[in-house]
């Protein structure tokens, strides 16, 4: 199958949109966009994160050993936009403070976060799969609305978000956490360059390579 094809399949699924960040050996925030991530395990609480091999933020987090996964609110797109790009300094103006293991936590644009040490690497293709062990983490308030990744593009949930827990309404069924996203936009090669779609609202096309 070629490359294009398979991304459109994979677009297919809508994603969470999340900046993945860390720290590195001299103590200087690193991130990148990913959409490529899904829950594994609840006893013990575990993730997972795909990563291009060759991002600069990978070696980071490989040398760390930790990461903060920070997903994104719909007003988030233009965050987005800026860590998949090649650009001096992506925290450059971004506020931030450092979360409970000293990762470097999103202000204002973060619906939730998690805060994990990685647990086990895997190479996967022209990927690695980072499975993860959560450590601290802060839920979203209610009716909030994420940033979602579909179709190549970035977009914020469409309509009114309803929160069962809080309303007092009976849980969805229970669904395996399987890993199903797509390569979603993460870094491609050692400047993690995503080249985004020409649109007026900056919304994303990953893994277009110009």
Not at 137 to 155: D, E, S
Not at 177 to 194: F, I, M
Request: contains cysteine; aromatic residues 6%.
């Amino acid at each position: 199958m070629d490359t294009r094809t398979f991304f459109d399949i994979m677009g297919t699924a809508p994603a969470a949109v999340t900046i993945v960040t860390t720290t590195d050996r001299l103590g200087r925030p690193q991130g990148l966009t990913v959409a490529a991530l899904c829950s594994v395990s609840a006893d013990p609480p575990l993730l997972l994160v795909c990563i291009e091999r060759r991002s600069r933020t990978l070696r980071a987090i490989r040398e760390r050993g930790a990461f903060a996964v920070n997903f994104l609110s719909g007003e988030g797109k233009n965050v987005a936009a800026r860590f998949a790009e090649t650009v001096p300094d992506r925290f450059d103006g971004l506020d931030w403070h450092p979360g409970r293991l000293g990762l470097p936590i999103l202000d204002t644009v973060t619906l939730a976060h998690a805060e994990c040490r990685t647990t086990e690497v895997l190479e996967a293709g022209d990927h690695v799969v980072l499975i993860a062990l959560v450590e601290a983490g802060a839920a979203p308030a209610p009716h909030t609305r994420p940033l979602m990744y579909f179709r190549h593009r970035f977009g914020p949930w469409p309509g009114e978000v309803e929160d069962a827990r809080a309303g007092g309404e009976a849980e969805g069924p229970e669904l395996s956490a399987q890993p199903r996203r797509s390569h979603g936009a993460g870094g491609n090669g050692a400047d993690e360059v995503t080249a985004t779609a020409p649109h007026p609202d900056w919304l994303h096309a990953a893994h277009s390579r110009r």
